[in-house]
C-alpha cells in the first residue's frame, strides 16, 4: 500500500480526544502552511483561519459547539471563514488581482472586470455565491486534514455547531467582518483511548466499484 493510501484507510475521526495531549507548534504551522497553499477557483483569495489553541476562549464556545467532546477536548482547533458575496465580490478579487498582476495594472483591470461580471452570472444568487465562497473552505479542509495525518496528527471536520450564533458571536468580538462567515471547523489532537466507538468499527465507504468508474 502506497503511503498517502495508507494515511487515508488508517486515520480516524475521534469523537474523543486525549485532553493532555498538545501538538507542537512547529506541527500546526507546518499544517497551516500547507492548507495556505491550497489551490482555489480562479485563484481567488477568500479563505482564512482563526486558531484556537486550549484556553478559555475556546471554552467560551463549547455550549455553541453543542459540547461536543471531540470539540472541548481538542489541543487546537481551526475555523474556516470564507467571505460573503459582497465582500467576494468588491473587494477580494481586487486584492487577488493585485497580488497576481505586480506591476501589470492594465491584466489587474481586466481580471476583476471579468470575473466581477462573470461570478454573480455563473452563479446567479448572493446565496449562491456565498455557497461557492464556502466550497472553497472544503478543499482547505481536505488539504488540512491530509496534512495532519501526515503527521501522525488526528482530525475531525465539524459542522455541527450553531451556525448563527457562533457568526454573530464572532462579529460581536470583531474576530470576523460583518461580510464574512464561518462555514465549517476542524479540531485537532491524539485520539483518546476512551474513544470506544471506533476501536470495534471498520472504516465505512463507499465500495470501490462504486466508487469509481474508469473509461478508456
Ligand atoms: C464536512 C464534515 C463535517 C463533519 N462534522 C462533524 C461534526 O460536527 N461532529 C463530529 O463528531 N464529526 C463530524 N464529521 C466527521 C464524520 O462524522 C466522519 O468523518 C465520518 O463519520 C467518517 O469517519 P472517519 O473519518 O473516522 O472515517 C464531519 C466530517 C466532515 C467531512
Redesign the pocket.
Known amino acids: 500500500m502506497k503511503h498517502i493510501e495508507k494515511l487515508m484507510t488508517n ?3 475521534p ?1 474523543r480526544f486525549d485532553e493532555t495531549h498538545e501538538i507542537t507548534n512547529t506541527d500546526m504551522e507546518s499544517i497551516i502552511e500547507a492548507m495556505r497553499m491550497t489551490p482555489a477557483s480562479y485563484g481567488l483569495l477568500n479563505v482564512r483561519l482563526i486558531r484556537l489553541s486550549r484556553g478559555e476562549f475556546k471554552n467560551s464556545l463549547n455550549g455553541l459547539f453543542y459540547h ?1 467532546p ?1 470539540f472541548t477536548q481538542a489541543s487546537e482547533y481551526l475555523l474556516f471563514v470564507v467571505d460573503k458575496s459582497e465582500k467576494l465580490i468588491n473587494e477580494t478579487i481586487v486584492k487577488t488581482a493585485d497580488q497576481i498582476f505586480v506591476g501589470e495594472p492594465e491584466k489587474g483591470q481586466k481580471f476583476v472586470t471579468s470575473f466581477q461580471e462573470r461570478i454573480p452570472l455563473y452563479y446567479g444568487s448572493e446565496t449562491l455565491v456565498n455557497e461557492w465562497s464556502a466550497k472553497q473552505a ?1 478543499i482547505t ?1 481536505g488539504v488540512g486534514i491530509v496534512a495532519a495525518a501526515d503527521l501522525g496528527i488526528d482530525t ?6 450553531d451556525h448563527l450564533k457562533l457568526n454573530q458571536f464572532m462579529v460581536e468580538q470583531n474576530l470576523i467582518e460583518d461580510n464574512e462567515m464561518i462555514v ?2 476542524l479540531a485537532l489532537g491524539k485520539l483518546s483511548n476512551l474513544d470506544f466507538d ?1 476501536t470495534k468499527k471498520a ?3 463507499r465500495d470501490k466499484k462504486e466508487f469509481i468508474k474508469t473509461i478508456k
Open positions: 486515520r480516524i475521526s469523537r461536543q471531540n472544503y479542509l475531525v471536520a465539524q459542522e455541527g455547531f465549517l471547523g471506533h472504516k465505512v465507504r
